[in-house]
Each structure stands twice: as structure tokens, then as C-alpha cells.
């Protein structure tokens, strides 16, 4: 019987690093010991429902440039953001955080934004933890990437990617929905 033990708290230790989480909203895997703890991987995927116009707009333009005539008539355009992200592209989609943040239109040539916003998820083990972003998005590109500069809550130490695509836009409601996959190392 002794002679098993040894593989007994091996299986024990084993599958304790190697548990993963895996939901349809994230999917989480071990990476590298530390003598620190474990580094793990969480991919996860959402989309933003964001409203632009209308009684419950999420965005709203708080500056402006003074002559919007002008060639690069939205350089300078500053909004604020409380987005809802959800599991899916439904607005009925179960809610799994809020985007809060600013974007800026920051070229004078091209429709490209400077992104400052703060992932606070709500769902699950995610609840009270956040993901910073801080990144360039080429509105008119298919896929946009921006970096994940850190994190806060399970998200500590954060580094990573998001990548998004426009998953449906009505310019008449002024409501975009955008898809997320975002990849974050993290402690
Ligand atoms: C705004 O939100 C409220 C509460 O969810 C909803 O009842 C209402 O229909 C919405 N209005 C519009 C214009 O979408
Ligand atoms: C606004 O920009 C346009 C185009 O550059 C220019 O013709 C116009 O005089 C400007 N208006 C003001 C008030 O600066
Ligand atoms: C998230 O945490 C807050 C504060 O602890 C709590 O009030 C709320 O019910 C939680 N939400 C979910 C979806 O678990
Ligand atoms: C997210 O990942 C899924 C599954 O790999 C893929 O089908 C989808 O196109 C990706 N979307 C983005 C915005 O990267």
C-alpha cells in the first residue's frame, strides 16, 4: 500500500496545476511554474454592445474639435464609454462585464482611435477583476488588435491581446455589436 502513495500525491499535485476552467466565456490553462505560483493562460470571448445613439446610449462625445469642416474633421473627438459586454451578440446575451473607459480619434489622417478602457467583468471567478486596454484601433480594419497592459483581481500581472471584429452595425440605432477574443497571461 506505501509504495502507492507516492503516486497517490502526484495525481493529487498533478491535477490540482493542470485544473482548468473551461465555460464558454473563458477558457483558462496552466503555463509555467514559478517559484512564485503558476502562470496561466485565459483566453476569453464576448461581445461589446455598444449604443451610440438614443435614451440609453453606452457612448457619448464629451469633446470636440471647434471646426468640424476641417480635413481631419474628427481629430481631437473624445467620447466616454460604459459599454456592456455579454456572452453573445443577443442584448438579451447573459451580461459578463462592462467596458469604462475613453476613446479619442488620434490621427489627423486616417479614422484611428486611441482606446483607454477598463474590462470589469462581473461573471463567475471574473467578478471584481478587470483587464486594462490601451491601444490603437484602425476602425475600418477587419480585425483590430489592441494590447492588455495589466490587470486586476484573477487578472493580476496581466499581458496580453485583444482582438475584435464588428460583428453587426445599425448606423440608424447607432448600435454596434463587436466581437472579442482576448488572450491574457496572468498569475
Ligand atoms: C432603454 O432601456 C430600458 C430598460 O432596459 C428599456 O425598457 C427601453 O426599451 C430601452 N429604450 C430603447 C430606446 O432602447
Ligand atoms: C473650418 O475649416 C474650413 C476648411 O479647412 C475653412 O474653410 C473654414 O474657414 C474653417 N472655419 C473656421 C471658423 O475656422
Ligand atoms: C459580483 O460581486 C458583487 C459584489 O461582491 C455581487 O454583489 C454580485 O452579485 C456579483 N455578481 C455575480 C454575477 O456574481
Ligand atoms: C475569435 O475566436 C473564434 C474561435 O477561434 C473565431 O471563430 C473568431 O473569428 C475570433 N474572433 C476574433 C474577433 O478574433
Redesign the pocket.
Known sequence: MATYIPFILFFVVFSTFFSAINTKFSEQSPLTITMKGMEKKTGLHFYFHDISSGKNRTSTTIAQPLNMTATASFFGSTSRADVLLREGPEPTSKLVGRALGIYAFASQHNAVLLMVMNFAF???IY??SSLSILGRKAIFDIVREMPVVGGSGVFRLARGYALEKTFSFNLKAGVAVIEYNVSVVHF
Open positions: 462581473v461573471d463567475g467578478n471584481g
